[in-house]
């Protein structure tokens, strides 16, 4: 009999704690080599700890939550065999690929897939495992149509004294199998709702952890509103012209350029009027007291993924042209949303850009990404009477909902570098011209 | 007589009309049973019950003549074995005699009254039983039906002298030399093969191409073998006409159109059984029929209030654990208690030499709707304690979704595994996955082993394989 201790692995990027986000086992499971023991989350990236050994999970340390030091002792594993197992693994995430299985390999997961359902190389040993690894998921799925309630006798039982037709009733059970819990939880429910007809209050509440990337966007909102006094500066902008622009050049569209939106304009224009305001693609660090203005343009665009919010980061957007600009946006955001988007991808931005396209609205106060010092918010476009003059003319409008740290950029300096904005959107031409 | 009113009247005292009363007396229900001939049914008394303890004692008496034979491969020997049927006939009644006995004194703790006498139907209400002492009338709240089942005749060979039923086969004193058996179901090659280890030449007629029709050949298949090991001439496909002109023998046809002349002592016939829905007053009901069963619904309710048929009398399977589980049922329902018919598993058993069991789904039906199935079988070859009983032949298999592992099926084939069909049962009845049967210790050595086994090898890691 050997021990095995688990330590949190250092994830790398010199992280020094994580947030334990997923328990896969408790005290006296048995677990199987390579079997998902848990998940930890660092900045954005979800990383599992599979089991190096086979054996009992005889200690168990944290709670979903918890952020827990690097090094930190969390399972401890009862090992079967003599042969020896070393009792302490001194690192256990020490990068020894050829060595794999005793090396604690991380596995760094899509965010929203069930973590574990990791899909397994299907080979002889792999099918030859002991059948823990290979259990076929079978709670909570509705039943499909015509197909009977899965229930033990007993369960049955009550729920025909009970009056309760086990076709209405979910079974939590392995292949859908309704346990007395279910049964229970149906008619509590049941209790609560059928004794009245019509609208009832519902007095239920329903806690739901704040875990992982949640956790995380809940941080940085309020680290950004408690130490960065906004200021937000709403301007609309003529985009009749950049639409025109647009449209001829996604009309004769030559194989393998990417489709244009209005993200690649704006990042160019951006990028142009950074050059002449630097002090707009920066970091404050507040804590030293220092501005890091950066040379390169590195645009946040914030996305929406089933999970919540993310910021993939579009790397010295300088120094890459409009189609450049498409591409890399679209190919960040799919990576993004289906969960593949590397730490790297994820970080680094100097500056952001908010938009929620069709639901962008008429305003919005766009909250900034610390350490930054501002975010461009991109409001709904649409086609707006405007006054030429003369008369008024339907022209295609767009409001840009911007938001600027007051502490270290004044309001005419926000004013101006939208208005600069502004002009280069409205003759998109000014946004190709080379200076 | 003065008349009897009662809540409850159970007809018929056999397997679902005696639990039923049982039940019903434990809940305190005044019930009154009725039974024309012996507590217990076919089953005590001319059925199950004595079938297995000829079936026990031809395999003793047959593995001593393999003894006296120097056949025996574990050294005992034996000689001049002998047996005397009117003895072993004496045991076995002695058996349903206490059986009988047993039933009659549960009813009576359970404050049943039993009226012994045909019993017959006036109106929905009220039944007459022609008793050894006159006319008894019955007046019941809730009445059940539970006359059971009879075997069929065959209109070229009724039942009388040398043409006998099984009830007749379970009551002959002397082994006959010559046996014709009539049928290849459960219950010919049941008997058949008892009377071929006690000695008789036994010959089955089966009009289909197969034996045992209701179980597929891989579970069919050990028993084909071992009848032919025994000497039992089995023609499949042909059909019997009649007793030839001097009684001497059966005549039969085969599907070649060959007469089959087949010289026989005894002609045992065993085409099935008929539920028995005449006799009793079923002309002044207004029952539905279900084909040549009565219509139930999943609460025993026949078409008449206050009117519930239990067992043979209500379809296939034509068991007697089916018709106890719904005359327990019947007798909660009538208690005031909230049932239906909800079981999952009624297993099945052919006490053949070997023994099947199935339970649930066979393989074919599973795969019916074209759903997807995992199919484990693990053979007795590679069980320890199959070799140390010499009982090799045979296998368990298990059915499952192959999307959930849930378990659809359980089927076996081998020695004694009838003992076994209390595990299958509990397991399709609780719901259980490939990964629950995988994952209880099964005692070793037993053959109960190979079940566990056979839900490894369709998880596709079996151990002992």
Sequence with gaps: MGEKIIKLPDVGEGVAEAELVEWHVKVGDIVQEDMVLAAVMTGKATVEIPSPVEGEVTFRHGEIGDVIATGTVILKIRTPGDDGDSDVEPHIAAPQPEKAP?????????????????????????SAKPAATS????????????????????????????????????????????????????????????????????KSVQEVKVV????RIAEKMALAKSRIPHITYVEEVDMTALEELRGRLNGNQKPGKPKLTILPFLMRAMVKAIAEQPGINA??????????????????????????LVVPVVKHAEARDIFDCAREVTRLSDA?????AQREELSGSTITISSLGAMGGIVSTPVINHP??????????????????????????????????HRVIDGWDAATFVQRLKALLETPALIFVEE | MKDITCKLLVIGAGPGGYVCAIRAGQLGVDTVIVEMAKPGGTCLNIGCIPSKALIHAADDFHNTVIMAAGKNAMGIRAENPAIDLAKTMAWKDGITGRLTMGVSGLLKKAGVKI???RAKFRDGKTVAVETETGEQVIRAENIVIATGSAPVELPALPFGGKVISSTGALSLTQVPQRLAVVGAGYIGLELGIAFAKLGSKVTIVEALDRILPLYDTQLTQPIAKRLSALGVEVLLGTKVKSMSSNGEALLAETGEGEEKRIAADKVLVTIGRRPLTEGWGREELELDMDG????????????MRGIYAVGDVTGEPMLAHRAMAQGEMVAEIVSGKRRSWDKRAIPAVCFTDPEIVSVGLSPDEARAGGREVKIGQFPFTANGRAMTLSAEEGFVRVVTRADNHLVLGIQGVGAGISELSAAFSLALEMGARLEDIAGTIHAHPTQSEAFAESALKALGHALHI
């Design chain 1, 102 to 126: 005793e090396v604690t390999p991380l596995v760094v997961e899509p965010k929203q897939q069930p973590v574990a359902e990791k899909p397994k190389p299907v080979t002889e040993a792999a």
């Design chain 1, 135 to 202: 259990l076929p998921k079978g709670a909570g799925a509705p039943r499909a149509e015509g197909e009977k309630p899965l229930a033990p006798p007993a369960v049955r039982l009550r729920a025909k004294e009970a009056g309760v037709d086990l076709r209405q009733v979910p079974g939590s059970g392995p292949a859908g199998r309704i346990t007395h819990e279910d049964l229970d939880a149906f008619l509590s429910r049941e209790s609560g709702g059928a004794a009245a007809a019509g609208l009832q209050p519902n």
């Design chain 1, 212 to 215: 992982g990337l949640r956790r």
């Design chain 1, 283 to 308: 970091h404050f660090d507040d804590e030293a007291g220092v501005i890091r203005q950066f040379g390169g343009v590195h645009i946040g665009i914030a996305a929406q993924t089933p999970s919540g």
């Design chain 1, 336 to 340: 993004a949303k289906s969960g593949t």
């Design chain 1, 372 to 405: 930054e010092v501002a975010i461009i918010g991109v409001n709904k476009m649409a086609i707006r009477p405007h006054w030429d003059g003369t008369q008024f003319v339907p022209r295609r409008m767009m409001n840009l909902s911007s938001s600027f740290d």
């Design chain 2, 115 to 117: 009226v012994v006498g």
């Design chain 2, 292 to 303: 040549r069963f009565l219509r139930i619904d999943e609460q025993c309710r026949t078409a």
